[in-house]
């Protein structure tokens, strides 16, 4: 498979806590994306991280990327509610033409 | 304006009917997709318009067509569709082709009977 593999698969945190999520993908890519879907909907994009970078934050979220290992992490910090979710890396390949998704992480955040 | 609309936002429909899912978005993008999505499962990319030409089509099977009326607009038109095709449907846009993040739709509920 092309897709980034997630895990954990699902994660069950207290409203407050941080919740981390990782990817790993198979192929060098331009960038990775990370998407939230809350249940049956549509997918949001949170944020983008290019390879020549290392992290990026946004309000909550703080992003890393190491390319080296083809890995990224998602940290939600001071977890609400609001937050329970699917979220889904996804890859960018170099020439643009794919664009694949990971398998996924539910996050339950209990209140 | 930064939504993507879909409609319907639930199709039910025979293994012999003739049916079409709509997208549109007015952010000026030049880049359009459909993606399939089964429950708990990822999106999976059918196919992606770029500047109003099919660019990529994922190995869909014939059964799904997909067409792009104008640079706003996005169909996909069903036929002689089979059960295990039931799923989300699911619309998007970015600003070129590629690189960019996506705009989602929230998606067509389709079931097969």
């Known amino acids: 498979s092309q897709q980034g593999e997630e895990d954990p698969q699902a994660l069950s945190i207290q409203e407050g806590e941080n919740a981390t999520m990782n990817c790993s993908y198979k192929?060098?890519?331009?960038?990775l994306q990370w998407y939230r879907q809350n249940s049956g909907r549509g997918l949001v994009h949170l944020i983008l991280?290019?390879?020549?970078?290392r992290e990026k934050h946004s309000g909550r979220l703080r992003v890393t990327l190491d390319t080296s290992k083809k890995s990224s992490s998602l940290l939600i910090t001071a977890s609400r509610a609001a937050d329970t979710a699917s979220y889904f890396c996804a890859t960018v390949g170099n020439t643009g033409n794919q664009f694949y998704f990971g398998t996924g992480t539910s996050l339950t955040v209990i209140p | 304006d930064t939504e993507v609309t879909q409609t319907p936002k639930h199709l039910v429909m025979g293994m012999t009917n003739k049916k079409s899912l709509k997208c549109e978005q007015h952010?000026?993008?030049?880049?359009m997709y459909w993606y399939k999505q089964k429950a708990k499962k990822p999106p999976e990319l059918m196919f992606v318009?770029?500047?109003?030409?099919?660019?990529i089509n994922e190995s869909v099977p014939s059964r799904f067509s997909p067409e792009c009326p104008n640079s706003s607009l996005l169909n996909l038109h069903l036929h002689a569709l089979q059960p295990e095709d039931s799923a989300l449907y699911l619309c998007?846009?970015?600003?070129?082709?590629?690189?960019?993040?996506?705009?989602f739709g929230p998606g067509t509920r389709l079931t097969v009977t």
């Open positions: 991280i290019r390879s020549n970078e």
């Open positions: 192929t060098s890519i331009n960038n």
């Open positions: 998007a846009s970015s600003h070129g082709q590629g690189h960019d993040e996506q705009y």
């Open positions: 952010m000026g993008h030049r880049a």
């Open positions: 318009y770029s500047y109003e030409k099919l660019s």
